[in-house]
């Protein structure tokens, strides 16, 4: 087992402090990066004239092939060893010699934890916006095959407007877009190479900290080696974006649960994202969507674990960043769960047409619809507002359909109401009208389902 500070010690570690403080039974899953930093930073050591070239050489050889195990999974980590650094650098020495006690070299695990860390998030984000990709694809197709079908929209959970499926499916969609470019700039701010600026202060060896930046496909090199040694604003971020994306996964499962229940009946789930009742037979339970909503508070939970471990933390590195892993660990491997599940979702959605249409013959979809005909007939909005609602709770309200008014009796609400209004008062009528840009009318859906085509193939040939 390698320490890389035992030798100022004068006995060995209590077995129960080493149980307490180890790191490697989850900082394993930074042992890629870890090789791939060593590589880089071997290189330029050599490069550089601060290590023997040869030495150099065999160090980068060696951690390529570990690099290696690590991908086919043929590497096996030691549950004995502090943490995955300490774990490589022993197999690195049992495989390489006396060469590998250079790796370290004007590097410190404080820098190097910041690089791996890195260097993992932008990986698993990128694998993570490629995911949503194919999410919001599902729901296009999903959208585009359905594209005639109306459905009730609500406010409160109470009838609001009549709106097409597809324009509920491309509000999904939008949402999603947001939480990709959110990725996408969290990206942008941690590309940045920290490796290099050693325990806090730099070093006083004459090494090229570009070229490593460079070796990694980094963007740019930290300025400050204190900031660069100390700073999780990047884990801050990634938590905060996938917090945010689990809040859209959340509301999208609460709206499919709904429209599931008998009670709405609009959708059918497939079989095999449900299950059953071990006492009700009858029982067909959305669980999949529930533990996905569930598991939000997870995400939300780690979120918040990330930004008390940092409160009140002095500059620069303390241990306590240690316990940042298992936060990240978990959040991206549950979004990267949650994600394929809500493809599969939309994939085989049923969608049950007539239930819908029962649900739209209530004409108070179409107040709205009433109010704006009014408008433009040059009633003031106040007024327009004040009949409809005088209509609604004359009529509807008292289980009278408006439709069956006559001229003498919508006038009796207003001189400019007349029959003219019945053709409003279908659901066909109602989407069709709407002339705004954005808006639920047919055309409109139109365009934003091409958009969409084109901006998701775009992604896709990317």
């Not at 403080?21 to 004239?49: N, P, T």
Request: hydrophobic share 40%; aromatic share 8%; net charge negative.
């Amino acid at each position: 087992m390698a320490k890389f500070w035992g030798s100022r010690f004068q006995g060995d570690t209590d077995n129960l402090a080493d149980s307490f403080s180890f790191s490697i039974d989850y900082d394993y899953k930074l042992g890629l990066y870890d090789c791939i930093g060593g590589i880089a930073h071997a290189k330029m050591l050599g490069d550089c004239g601060i290590i023997p070239k040869t030495d150099a050489k065999k160090i980068m050889n060696g951690l390529q092939v570990i690099a290696q195990e690590i991908q086919e999974g043929v590497f096996e980590y030691d549950s004995d060893e502090e943490d995955v650094h300490s774990n490589i650098q022993s197999v690195l020495k049992e495989r390489i010699g006396e060469a590998a006690d250079r790796l370290h070299t004007a590097r410190s695990r404080n820098d190097l934890i910041v690089l791996d860390m890195k260097l993992y998030c932008m990986v698993e984000l990128n694998t993570v916006t490629e995911l949503i990709s194919d999410l919001q694809r599902a729901i296009l197709d999903f959208a585009v095959e359905h594209k005639h079908v109306i459905i009730p929209a609500y406010t409160h959970l109470q009838s609001a407007q009549a709106v097409l499926l597809a324009q509920h499916m491309l509000a999904y969609i939008e949402m999603l877009e947001r939480d990709k470019q959110r990725i996408s700039e969290a990206v942008k701010r941690m590309d940045s190479n920290p490796l290099g600026s050693c325990a806090l202060s730099g070093s006083t060896l004459p090494t090229d900290r570009k070229q490593v930046s460079e070796e990694l496909g980094f963007a740019a090199t930290t300025r400050n080696s204190i900031d660069s040694v100390s700073d999780r604003d990047f884990l801050v971020e990634t938590l905060s974006d996938l917090a945010i994306m689990c809040m859209h996964f959340s509301r999208i499962a609460e709206d499919m649960i709904i429209w599931a229940t008998s009670e709405f009946n609009f959708i059918n789930i497939d079989w095999s994202l449900c299950t059953g009742s071990s006492i009700m037979p009858h029982k067909k339970n959305p669980d999949i969507l529930e533990l996905i909503r569930g598991e939000t508070a997870t995400v939300y939970g780690n979120l918040n674990k990330i930004l008390v471990l940092l409160k009140g933390l002095p500059l620069t590195y303390n241990r306590d960043l240690q316990l940042d892993k298992p936060p990240l660990f978990e959040s991206v491997e549950q979004v990267q769960l949650m994600l394929p599940l809500l493809t599969r979702l939309f994939a085989t959605l049923q969608i049950k047409e007539e239930n819908i249409r029962k649900q739209l013959d209530n004409e108070c979809f179409f107040s709205v619809d009433i109010m704006e005909f009014l408008i433009g007939k040059g009633v003031t909005y106040r007024e327009a507002h004040d009949t409809v609602g005088r209509l609604v709770r004359d009529c509807l309200d008292n289980g009278q359909k408006i439709a069956c008014l006559t001229d003498e009796e919508l006038k009796g609400f207003h001189p400019k109401l007349t029959t003219e209004i019945r053709k409003l008062l279908n659901a066909e009528a109602s989407v069709k009208g709407k002339k705004s840009f954005g808006s639920t009318s047919p055309r409109s859906v139109s365009q934003q389902i091409r958009f969409w085509e084109k901006r998701l193939e775009r992604v896709s040939e990317d």
